[in-house]
């Protein structure tokens, strides 16, 4: 629109007078002065555009040779720093094809792993701020249907080039590389190229973005002119590409109808390969070089490690072969943390060792099981977390209170012989900065077989000793965990030797009266068979009462049980032979305060409630529901009511020191409990009618493999063994072993008569079984528990005092007179409950399925009126 020469109206109307509004004037047309004016302006600019090209060509030049000479520098200097040689291949490349970015991934396996980036060059309009950097965190699988570019550049070794023209092909690869590295700038053009060394392809280079465009071939139509020398002048302009680059570079917008797209060329794809082929063979050197380094300190740090854990073992000091690990094991897997964790069995929590960063000593915490390591543990399995702080596993909180940032983890679980978990191994922040990779894995692997028997053997007794440690936990609640949780092994001996209770002597004080009295009648006096089955199936029996002038009410409660399975018909075995053995069995028992007839009966009604629990509405298939044949269940109640029958009110390690007549009889081996077996089944035979004429001998050689193999196992020195298998399985594992081998022995089981036809896995969970109801009395109604507590702590009392007498070394805490206020007796009450109880019976419910989640509760209450009571003194 040109417009008419001369003055405008508002200039010639002047402030005071008012514009009429007037009609408009017509278009003036442009004349040739115009456009020779034009042409000039033109001239002038290409001429000005010409200058700029140059001098930024200039620029452009120096800047490339400096990155090339930079690159030989660092390729022939940096030999043994090959993330060094990749971050300047990566600059080099960026500087020479003109581009916003630079990556490189390396082939590993089946996987492109990103190995260096360069960072965006700063205030790219079409692209946003990068994220951090993730060398060594991206993978892209190429198996991945958006890998399909990048495989074919690695399969064929030729380049390839993307923009938009090539829409699909652009698009997934973009997906393939932002779904890995997390890019967030849209990638327009894209340059994909092998890296290549001694004719093999070992990873690709990508770059992307191309930043100005110099070579186009497409006619730009400017539409129509007056003149046909001025069109020719434009188009002649305008097609100068160095120009038209320059200009739009200095802010000038300069618009065309077909503006060409930014891509990468040829000419581009030819010099990043001659980039790459002097490159490719420094990196791959490189990268051996640094493998071979870091193998050789492998090897002599696992070499290490070998030698120190030997020595460890020889001298049976399982600190030191923590210390080797933890101190070695930062050295093996290059790591700025190498930790060992154990399962303790007493608290179900983790002990965990790792060294300090000088090397001269070994720190320990306690925590528990979650987080990682938790996770590890609990499922068996191995981790390899290359961003800690976006895995839901891991647990923060720790960083947080510390202030340590971990960034990478490595843990694997460690397996004793019979697929337990009994430790692990962690290792965190790699000190590449890369994850922990397939080697490092593998060797994982190896070590945790590798120490695997070791800490199978020696973690039970150091994770009590350990315990020993912790000033939250009183001095007596120590001193139960450890007596209840170590084998039976006498720190002294003395010359003096004790006579049994066949002699004339016995160190063991006069105990309780004996309660029981001879009776022909099995039945309750007042209850009919009915009322007698209900009453035994409550978890609330008062045994105290109902025994308080003789024990004929429990003995009336012995065939209610056994009806209610239906074992006299299932068996053979009458309920007339059942009453002989009761009656018999009772009479064996001393009149000691704990260890008496009483606690046989506690022992036996919790195996009986037990079994109905875990048998629930199905008692008629307790084959198929618990794994059990009546036979079985027949030699587990019998077991039951004679486990502790002959007991002297003393323990293994006391009967040991004192060389009584059982140790030395059954040579130091469970004394106790091989004379229980002993007496009870010698009360069984004896009794009418006898069991030879009731069982076929089959029936009976398993009922005594049942009933010696239970009794025998509630040797305390075996509770870790009992807590350890209820962990490793359930239920439903057990009757599929016992469906699997009905009549049948394991194969590498002694062939005894007496385990002929029964599997492994009935006898575990009978002798499992029996252990947990001889030690549990804690989920039973407080009063009753806080009675049974009493009197063994009486029987201790009376042992220490013996011990004390006979020069023994003692246990402070038994020498407490349970007579005295309850605060007194609550520490070591509640460590029983605590270490030793509650990680059984958490275990049997987890095993069961929680079908016993309510003694399990009743047990936790009873630990807290302990708690309170060894506290406060107001125990409720």
């Known amino acids: 629109n040109k417009r008419r020469p001369g003055p405008s109206l508002e200039s010639l109307a002047g402030p005071s007078l008012s514009v009429v509004p007037m009609e408009p004037q017509p278009v003036v047309a442009f004349d040739k002065t115009d456009e020779d004016t034009l042409c000039l302006l033109l001239t002038l600019t290409h001429s000005k555009l010409g200058v700029l090209t140059l001098q930024d060509q200039k620029a452009r030049a120096l800047q490339q040779v400096e990155s090339l000479l930079a690159l030989v520098g660092s390729l022939s200097t940096r030999i043994t720093d090959v993330d060094g040689c990749l971050r300047d291949l990566c600059d080099a490349t960026r500087t020479q094809l003109d581009c916003q970015s630079v990556v490189v991934y390396f082939l590993e396996g089946t996987d492109l792993v990103c190995r260096a980036q360069s960072p965006q060059r700063p205030g790219s309009p079409s692209a946003p701020a990068r994220s951090p950097s993730?060398?060594?965190?991206?993978?892209?699988?190429?198996?991945?249907?958006?890998?399909?570019?990048?495989?074919?550049?690695?399969?064929?070794?030729?380049?390839?080039?993307?923009?938009?023209?090539?829409?699909?092909?652009?698009?997934?690869?973009?997906?393939?590389?932002?779904?890995?590295?997390?890019?967030?700038?849209?990638?327009?053009?894209?340059?994909?190229?092998?890296?290549?060394?001694?004719?093999?392809?070992?990873?690709?280079?990508?770059?992307?973005?191309?930043?100005?465009?110099?070579?186009?071939?497409?006619?730009?139509?400017?539409?129509?002119?007056?003149?046909?020398?001025?069109?020719?002048?434009?188009?002649?302009?305008?097609?100068?590409?160095?120009?038209?680059?320059?200009?739009?570079?200095?802010?000038?917008?300069?618009?065309?109808?077909?503006?060409?797209?930014?891509?990468?060329?040829?000419?581009?794809?030819?010099?990043?390969?001659?980039?790459?082929?002097?490159?490719?063979?420094?990196?791959?050197?490189?990268?051996?070089?640094?493998?071979?380094?870091?193998?050789?300190?492998?090897?002599?740090?696992?070499?290490?490690?070998?030698?120190?854990?030997?020595?460890?073992?020889?001298?049976?000091?399982?600190?030191?072969?923590?210390?080797?690990?933890?101190?070695?094991?930062?050295?093996?897997?290059?790591?700025?943390?190498?930790?060992?964790?154990?399962v303790d069995p007493l608290s179900d929590e983790l002990l965990g060792w790792f060294a300090s960063p000088s090397h001269k000593d070994l720190k320990q915490h306690r925590c528990a099981k979650d987080g990682v390591v938790g996770w590890c543990v609990k499922t068996g399995q191995a981790v390899n977390i290359a961003n800690a702080w976006s895995d839901p596993r891991f647990d923060a909180s720790q960083d947080v209170d510390t202030g340590y940032k971990t960034d990478t983890v490595l843990c694997h679980p460690i397996m004793s012989r019979n697929s337990n978990i009994v430790a692990a191994l962690q290792c965190v922040n790699k000190l590449t900065g890369r994850p922990f990779d397939g080697e490092d894995e593998q060797t994982f692997g190896v070590l945790s077989k590798m120490f695997a028997d070791i800490i199978e053997n020696q973690v039970p007794i150091e994770c009590v000793y350990s315990m020993m440690e912790r000033t939250d936990v009183h001095p007596d609640a120590k001193e139960t965990a450890l007596l209840y949780n170590t084998a039976h092994k006498p720190a002294g001996r003395s010359g003096t030797r004790t006579k049994t209770n066949t002699g004339s002597e016995s160190t063991v004080g006069s105990g309780a009266r004996k309660q029981g009295s001879k009776s022909s009648k099995s039945a309750h006096p007042f209850l009919d068979s009915g009322s007698r089955q209900a009453m035994t199936l409550r978890w609330d029996l008062n045994y105290v009462a109902e025994s308080q002038h003789g024990y004929q009410p429990l003995f009336a409660l012995v065939p209610a049980a056994f009806e209610f399975f239906g074992l006299h018909k299932a068996t053979g075995f009458s309920e007339p032979a059942l009453s002989s053995f009761v009656q018999g069995i009772e009479e064996e028992y001393l009149p000691v305060p704990y260890h008496n007839f009483l606690h046989a009966f506690v022992t036996f009604h919790l195996v009986f409630l037990a079994m109905v629990e875990m048998a629930g509405d199905q008692r008629q298939n307790l084959q198929g529901v618990v794994g059990l044949q009546p036979i079985d269940l027949l030699g587990l109640f019998l077991a039951a009511l004679g486990h502790d029958v002959g007991h002297r009110g003393s323990n293994n390690g006391f009967e040991i020191a004192t060389m009584s007549d059982l140790a030395v009889t059954y040579n130091d081996i469970s004394p106790l409990e091989n004379h229980h077996a002993a007496v009870t089944w010698a009360r069984l035979r004896s009794s009418r009618p006898s069991l030879s004429d009731l069982l076929q001998s089959e029936k009976l050689r398993r009922l005594r493999t049942v009933l010696v193999c239970s009794i025998l196992r509630t040797d305390m020195a075996k509770h870790n063994e009992h807590v350890t298998w209820l962990r490793s399985g359930n239920i439903r594992d057990h009757v599929d072993a016992a469906s699997d081998t009905v009549g049948v022995t394991r194969s590498d089981a002694p062939k005894a008569s007496g385990e002929r036809g029964i599997c492994e896995s009935t006898k575990d969970l009978c002798a499992v079984v029996l252990h947990c109801a001889d030690i549990g009395h804690p989920c039973l109604p407080w009063s009753t528990h806080q009675h049974f507590s009493l009197l063994a702590c009486t029987e201790l009392f009376e042992q220490f005092q013996s011990e004390t007498a006979l020069g023994l070394p003692t246990l402070p805490f038994m020498g407490k007179d349970p007579r005295g206020p309850p605060q007194e007796m609550g520490p070591s009450q509640s460590g029983f409950v605590t270490f030793v109880v509650m990680p059984a019976w958490h275990a049997f419910n987890s095993f069961t399925d929680g079908a016993l989640e309510a003694q399990v509760d009743e047990m936790q209450r009873n630990k807290d009126n302990w708690d309170r009571g060894g506290k406060k003194g107001d125990v409720a």
Do not use: W
């Not at 618009?255 to 930014?262: I, K």
């Not at 049976?316 to 210390?323: A, E, H």
């Open 134 to 342: 993730r060398v060594g965190l991206c993978k892209i699988e190429l198996g991945n249907s958006r890998a399909a570019t990048l495989r074919e550049v690695l399969r064929s070794g030729t380049y390839r080039l993307l923009d938009p023209r090539d829409h699909e092909a652009l698009q997934t690869t973009r997906e393939a590389l932002r779904s890995s590295s997390q890019e967030e700038a849209e990638t327009l053009s894209m340059l994909v190229s092998p890296l290549r060394a001694r004719g093999n392809v070992f990873g690709i280079v990508v770059a992307m973005n191309k930043r100005a465009v110099h070579d186009c071939d497409d006619e730009v139509d400017l539409g129509h002119t007056p003149r046909a020398a001025t069109h020719r002048k434009l188009s002649q302009i305008l097609r100068d590409q160095a120009g038209l680059s320059s200009l739009k570079r200095h802010g000038v917008r300069v618009g065309t109808d077909n503006d060409c797209a930014v891509r990468f060329s040829d000419k581009d794809a030819r010099q990043l390969e001659v980039l790459l082929s002097f490159a490719g063979h420094a990196v791959q050197t490189a990268e051996m070089y640094s493998k071979q380094q870091a193998s050789n300190c492998r090897l002599r740090a696992l070499l290490s490690l070998s030698m120190d854990s030997v020595h460890g073992l020889q001298s049976g000091n399982l600190q030191d072969i923590i210390f080797a690990m933890c101190r070695h094991g930062r050295e093996v897997f290059n790591c700025d943390r190498f930790s060992f964790f154990a």
